[in-house]
């Protein structure tokens, strides 16, 4: 089952949906994804007033990994209105290739690794393939969609196919671990280096998704740190190690893209600043 496709919802959501994904495609051509190019000048459709965009310390490098799916442009554009470096490389033998030329030569030293949206299951992907290569290497990961489905099967979760898909369909999510800004919280757990650390309790986000992470079965390494009403697995924080994931999609516009952006930014922020344990593997 994917993890999006494209069906009839609202037509003035999915028109400006359409028009974000259009101008971050047109932004990704003209720019090459080079990485040394000023991104000062971006897409005034990406949603983002100037006054809204958090930048991220020191400029970081980004590797976004593509796993096919539509969204990646629009990702890579979002990264980069944060101040990030982006480069990105299709799954598989592109992604080895790029390993071996640039990660494991030291001409680029990502700061965080990506694992975007796609299609189908991680297993079409080799996903845990790309996250052990990441957990070797010691960097920081950030799964979105298919990238939080790979994490959870990588630690030894099981992932189960929703009753009814949600594709292109808004959606309240609740956060179950929260900070001082979250005033509406239930409860005060807080967690170091929470992606959602600073987000309301609850928010809106953009799902689209068949598949997702079997609670009853989600690995101990792994903390929920959100779930949709009816108790789907919305995102995930690795105990240990600086790894986290949404099932949304920060990056669509159906998620206010103040919210998306910063959740962006503390997994750039966040994760690039943890380390890993010295002897960090997978179990």
Do not use: W
């Not at 005034?44 to 980004?62: C, E, F, I, T, Y």
């Amino acid at each position: 089952m994917p993890c999006h496709t494209t069906i009839k919802s609202d037509p003035a959501a999915e028109e400006a949906e359409t028009e974000l994904k259009a101008s971050a495609l047109i932004d990704a051509i003209v720019r090459g994804d080079n990485p040394a190019e000023d991104v000062a000048a971006v897409s005034s459709l990406a949603g983002k007033p100037s006054n809204d965009v958090v930048m991220v310390k020191n400029r970081p490098q980004v590797l976004l990994v593509d796993h096919e799916d539509s969204f990646v442009h629009t990702l890579a554009n979002y990264l980069r209105q944060t101040g990030a470096d982006v480069v990105t490389t299709r799954s598989g033998t592109a992604f080895e290739k790029f390993l071996a030329e640039s990660v494991d030569s030291g001409k680029f030293k990502p700061d965080l690794a990506v694992l975007s949206p796609g299609p189908g299951s991680p297993s079409d992907f080799k996903l845990s393939t790309t996250i052990d290569a990441m957990i070797a290497r010691k960097v920081p990961i950030f799964g979105v969609c298919l990238g939080l489905q790979g994490l959870v099967e990588h630690f030894g979760g099981e992932l189960a196919i929703l009753d009814y898909p949600m594709h292109g369909k808004p959606s309240p999510i609740q956060r179950t671990y929260h900070d001082s800004e979250a005033s509406s919280a239930s409860t005060s757990s807080s967690l170091p280096d929470d992606v959602l650390r600073g987000l309301p309790a609850e928010f809106t986000v953009a799902r689209y998704h068949s598949l997702h992470g079997k609670m009853a079965q989600m690995p101990k390494e792994l903390i929920v740190t959100a779930k949709s009403a009816d108790g789907i697995v919305m995102a995930i924080q690795h105990a240990t190690m600086p790894i986290a994931a949404v099932q949304f999609h920060p990056e669509s516009i159906l998620t206010l893209p103040k919210n998306g952006m910063k959740i962006l930014y503390n997994a750039l922020e966040n994760l690039k600043s943890s380390s890993y344990p010295s002897n960090a593997k997978k179990d």
